[in-house]
């Protein structure tokens, strides 16, 4: 099968809605014009943002998972640029919205500092929050760490069954 084949049906597995975006980006499929580049500051508040997201707890989260890289790849090379727009105005409100309530960028925040302004983020820019979520849960899934420290990962599978019964804290599988 080819990986990315593998690749969104997993993503269709863990129950990520795709958007167009992101289907264009496992396909590999780049839009028309300058690739969107982003600098090291905005990098690092995607990478934050996406820590809010999935932290790390028993296993890795998304920070340590690379996943600001997919992000900044996806919206980057494969999205339209009202959709880049869209994700930049979101990544400036972020800012300032701790701008606002802490007085401090928001990557110099505390954890329960930065989901208060997570949560403000699903309320004024719902829409870049929404991209965000979507890439961020795909990149981690998708990901090497993803799929082989979260999820449980058989790199071999055997017959195939398709209801397998869970035990309680089991972890599911990895294609």
């Not at 340590?64 to 980057?76: P, S």
């Not at 071999?156 to 089991?170: A, E, S, T, W």
Request: proline share 8%; with cysteine; aromatic share 6%.
């Amino acid at each position: 099968m080819p990986r990315r084949e593998a690749l969104q049906r997993l993503a269709l597995l863990v129950g990520a809605t795709l958007s167009l975006p992101v289907q264009a980006a496992l396909r590999g499929e780049p839009t028309a014009g300058v690739p969107l580049i982003f600098s090291d500051a905005q990098q690092k508040l995607m990478a934050d943002l996406a820590d809010i997201i999935l932290p790390t707890t028993d296993t890795p989260g998304a920070k340590a998972a690379g996943v600001h890289l997919f992000i900044g790849h996806v919206i980057g090379h494969c999205t339209a640029p009202a959709q880049q727009d869209l994700f930049l105005n979101g990544l400036q409100q972020t800012d300032a919205l701790s701008q606002a309530a802490f007085q401090k960028p928001f990557s110099q925040l505390g954890i329960p500092e930065r989901t208060e302004i997570v949560k403000q983020l699903t309320q004024r820019e719902k829409p870049f929050f929404l991209i965000l979520r979507e890439l961020t849960i795909v990149g981690y899934f998708t990901s090497e760490t993803g799929a082989t420290q979260t999820l449980a990962y058989l790199p071999v599978p055997g017959r195939f069954q398709g209801d397998v019964p869970l035990k309680p804290g089991q972890k599911v599988w990895a294609l």
